[in-house]
């Protein structure tokens, strides 16, 4: 109905579960599949009845990269005024707060799409690598940036220039991911992760994934009086009265804004 032909987009109250979905390929990051995602994120991100947006793949590849078929022919020409998968920052820059659901392969772009994510979830069968480099490139989607600031430039180093993979284990203890959970329970425990967050005022969790992502981005002293600046601002909100009040008078919150 929604016209997309390489993604499935439900939505399960204020939460959105987005399926990539191109099992013969293993969900390779082909365009198509790049302005799908972007068009069918931004679409939930100008709605306010969606509170937060999951993504994931199938149980075998979350993605297996970028589409190596697609890429293979191109020249330095194409690439550059196709800015080829320049729309992909879009979906970091997405204000609703974004789940990456990761079982299977998440490796070159299927690793940097779960990067853009805000929280990441792995299954114990994920693994995670940027093996650009055993083809003869490099990462084109962010991921010499944030697997860098994720997991330190040792690790970082070693994933990019050997092109090995990282198992879910390692990837949990390194802090690419926050948690890893059975396989089974991964969509479970995504889309709790997710009703939580939707369960949040929107404009504050907006606020706070904007606080959180500043430090990606700035200096520490910085980064602190950004925080600050937000910090007031919340007490412009109604949700800020109805979360204090909601807590004095020992009730659940009823925010208005989600
Ligand atoms: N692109 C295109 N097709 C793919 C990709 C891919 N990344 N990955 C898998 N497929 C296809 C296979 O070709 C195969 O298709 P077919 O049946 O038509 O031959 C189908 O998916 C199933 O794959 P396999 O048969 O290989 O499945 P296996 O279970 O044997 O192996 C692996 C799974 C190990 C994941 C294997 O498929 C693999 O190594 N894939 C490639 C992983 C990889 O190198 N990814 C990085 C790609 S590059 C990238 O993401 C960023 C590039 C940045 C460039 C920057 C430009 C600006």
């Not at 320049?86 to 772009?109: E, H, K, M, S």
């Not at 990837?171 to 425990?189: K, Q, Y």
Request: hydrophobic letters at 45%; aromatic letters at 6%.
């Amino acid at each position: 109905a929604d016209g997309y032909e390489t993604i499935l987009v439900e939505r399960k109250g204020r939460t959105a579960l987005l399926t990539l979905n191109r099992p013969g390929a293993l969900n390779a990051l082909d365009l198509q599949v790049m302005n799908e995602v972007v068009a069918a994120t931004e679409a939930l991100d100008r709605d306010p009845d969606c509170g937060c947006i999951v993504i994931t793949g199938s149980a075998k590849a979350f993605a297996a990269g970028a589409d190596i078929k697609e890429m293979r022919p191109q020249g330095y020409m194409d690439m550059y005024l196709a800015d080829w998968f320049a729309a992909w920052d879009r979906l970091g820059q997405l204000r609703t707060p974004t789940v990456a659901a990761v079982a299977g392969y998440a490796l070159g772009g299927g690793c940097e799409l779960a990067m853009l994510c805000d929280i990441l979830l792995a299954a114990d069968t994920a693994v995670f690598g940027q093996p650009e480099i055993k083809l003869g490139v490099i990462p084109g989607i962010g991921g010499s940036q944030r697997l860098t600031r994720a997991v330190g430039k040792a690790k970082a180093m070693e994933l990019c220039l050997t092109g090995r993979t990282m198992d879910a284990a390692e990837a949990e203890r390194s802090g690419l991911v926050s948690r890893v959970v059975p396989a089974d329970e991964l969509i479970g425990e995504a889309l709790a992760v997710a009703d939580t967050v939707a369960g949040m005022s929107l404009p504050v969790a907006m606020m706070a994934k904007e606080a959180v992502g500043r430090a990606f981005e700035t200096t520490l002293a910085e980064g602190v009086r950004f925080e600050r600046r937000l910090f007031h601002a919340v007490f412009a909100t109604e949700d800020q009265k109805e979360g204090m009040g909601a807590f004095a008078d020992k009730r659940p919150p009823e925010f208005r804004h989600r």
